[in-house]
C-alpha cells in the first residue's frame, strides 16, 4: 500500500468518523497525521460527503411476454433497447408449462421463425409485482397465446387502470388490446393486414409506423420495431437516453417535434 493510498485511507476515515479515531489509526500505520479542520467544521462537509454518493433511483421495470410464435426480431429488438437504456427487463412466458416450471429450459419457446428464447420466469411470477412498462412483441400463434392468457390479461387490466405504459406491436395491438377493450377510443395502428386493420376502429399508419395515445403505444412490425424500442425508452427514461441508445445503435432518433 502507498503512502499516497495511506493518506487518502485516513483522509476518509476524518471525514467519515471525525478526530476521535483517526489519530490511533494514523499511528497504527506509523504514519503523522496530517492538520485537519475542527469536527465542527468537517460535519456539514461530511454531510455533503454523503448526500453525493446517495443510492441511485431504481431502473424501469419492463416486462415483455412472450410465448411459442412471439415473432423474434421483435422480441428481441423490444428486449435488447430497453436493456441498452438501463431498463431492468423480464422476460416471461406465458405458455402454460411455463406456470409450473422449475427449471430454465421449461421456460423456452420456439419464436414464429424458430428462433428459441428462454424467458426468466413464468408469467405467473409476475402477478406480484408492479411494471413500468408491459411491452407485448406480435407474431402468430404468439399474439393468440398472450390474448389467452389470464394472468398476462390480470396484469394488463391493472397497468391500464393505473394509466403505466401498455405497447404491442405488429398483431398484438389487434389481437391482444383491442380483444380486451385496452384501445376503446384510442389511435392505434398494427400489422397492415385487412384482418388486423378492420378490427382497429382509429387505425393510423404512424410516424415511421409507431402510434401513441396517451399511456398505450403500438407498431406496425419486424421493421418498425427498433423505432418503437426507442419510442419506449424515450417515454420510460426520456428524449435525451433514447437518442443516447439510438447513437450507439447508429441510427437516427429525431423524436417528437422534428
Known amino acids: 500500500m502507498t503512502l499516497s493510498r495511506l493518506y487518502f485511507s485516513t483522509t476518509a476515515i476524518a471525514i467519515l468518523c471525525m478526530h476521535s479515531i483517526i489519530l490511533p489509526t494514523s499511528s497504527a500505520f506509523l504514519l503523522r497525521a496530517r492538520p485537519f479542520p475542527s469536527p465542527a467544521a ?11 454518493s446517495s443510492t441511485p433511483a431504481a431502473p424501469k421495470k419492463v416486462l415483455v411476454p412472450v410465448a411459442d410464435g412471439s415473432e423474434e426480431i421483435e422480441s428481441v429488438t423490444i428486449i435488447d433497447v430497453l436493456v441498452r437504456a438501463g431498463a431492468a427487463v423480464t422476460v416471461a412466458s406465458v405458455m402454460p408449462s411455463a406456470s409450473t416450471a422449475t427449471l430454465p429450459r421449461s421456460w423456452q419457446v420456439t419464436c414464429s ?14 402477478l406480484g409485482e408492479e411494471w413500468d412498462l408491459i411491452a407485448c412483441p406480435g407474431g ?12 398476462l390479461l390480470t396484469l394488463l387490466q391493472r397497468q391500464d387502470k393505473a394509466q403505466r ?23 392505434a395502428t ?69
Open 113 to 126: 421463425r424458430g428462433v428459441k428464447l428462454v424467458a426468466d420466469k413464468g408469467i405467473d411470477d409476475c
Open 42 to 52: 468537517t460535519s456539514s462537509w461530511s454531510r455533503c460527503f454523503l448526500s453525493s
Open 165 to 187: 405504459l401498455v405497447a404491442a406491436i405488429c398483431a398484438s395491438p389487434a389481437v391482444v388490446l383491442h380483444t380486451h377493450g385496452f384501445l376503446t377510443g384510442k389511435r
Open 190 to 258: 398494427c400489422f397492415p393486414a385487412e384482418r388486423f386493420v378492420s378490427s382497429l376502429a382509429r387505425y393510423e399508419d404512424g410516424e415511421e409506423g409507431v402510434v401513441e395515445d396517451g399511456h398505450v403505444v403500438t407498431s406496425r412490425g419486424p421493421g418498425t420495431t427498433l423505432r418503437f424500442a426507442l419510442t419506449l425508452v424515450d417515454r420510460l427514461c426520456g428524449r435525451a437516453k433514447a437518442e443516447e441508445v439510438a447513437k450507439g445503435l447508429l441510427v437516427d432518433y429525431p423524436g417528437k417535434g422534428n
Open 140 to 151: 402468430l400463434p404468439g399474439a393468440e397465446h398472450l390474448r389467452d392468457s389470464p394472468a
